[in-house]
């Protein structure tokens, strides 16, 4: 069964410190995807980024960047320069792709970080 | 392009009433899916659509949550008779051709769901 483990339930700082987020999650497939999304108080879940099991090269996006690394099942995003409106709670999710077509492939999420950005 | 469509955002309820709620995916998505999110928890996968077939409805509370897709376009999903632990946010999302696999799912707003 698949799982994911976010341990950090609440981070504080101070704005234009660098945050990371940690993901680490359980699979038996060898084909997978892993997601960031992120939920703003008016409650909609925002896509940030999608990784699938064969590419481990890191990401950038401006402020964001995103270390996968199979060899700890870890999926951690850090946000760099950190600011007000990155307040939210930020999910890390899975899908066991199925390649066969019309296989089941709902996400699996973790329990959230809740990100508290401070002025 | 308009984003996933939800209706009602609120709907306050008693015990053992019904409740249904409305989803329109992204034009052109063929799968749908409808999480549950109780607070301060990630969102629970109830119910996956393929156009207008189920995929995956492991996770569905069957003896009172029903769920439709009939023209494989948008969705509805039941709760009846409702019980106190179904308040939640219901979110619905949609991706697009799953030839690839693992495609990116869009969240709509979501209904949140207040029975008392």
């Known amino acids: 069964a698949q799982k994911v483990t976010q341990a950090q339930t609440e981070i504080s700082v101070v704005e234009k410190e660098d945050v990371t987020l940690d993901c680490v999650y359980e699979t038996r497939d060898t084909t997978y995807y892993l997601f960031w999304y992120k939920q703003p108080p008016s409650g909609e879940l925002v896509f940030l980024i999608r990784?699938?099991?064969?590419?481990?090269q890191n990401e950038i996006s401006g402020r964001y960047s995103w270390n996968f690394q199979k060899s700890t099942s870890s999926f951690n995003f850090t946000i760099t320069a950190s600011q007000v409106v990155d307040s939210a709670v930020y999910f890390c999710a899975l899908s066991e792709a199925q390649y066969s077509g019309g296989g089941a492939d709902g996400l699996t999420f973790g329990k959230g970080t809740h990100l508290i950005i401070q002025p | 392009e308009a984003g996933v469509a939800q209706s009602p955002r609120y709907k306050i309820i008693e015990k053992r009433q019904s409740v249904a709620f409305w989803c329109n995916p992204i034009s052109g998505h063929a799968t749908l899916y409808w999480y549950q999110q109780i607070l301060g928890q990630g969102p629970k996968l109830l119910i996956q659509?393929?156009?207008?077939?189920?995929?995956?409805d492991s996770q569905l509370p069957k003896d009172r949550f029903s769920a439709e897709r009939l023209k494989g376009v948008d969705s509805t999903l039941k709760i009846q008779p409702a019980k106190l632990e179904d308040s939640a946010v219901y979110l619905c999302?949609?991706?697009?051709?799953?030839?690839?696999?693992?495609?990116?799912?869009?969240f709509g707003p979501g209904t949140r769901l207040l029975v008392l």
């Open positions: 659509f393929q156009n207008n077939g189920v995929v995956d």
């Open positions: 990784r699938n099991s064969f590419d481990e």
């Open positions: 999302a949609s991706s697009s051709n799953r030839l690839a696999g693992g495609e990116t799912q869009y």
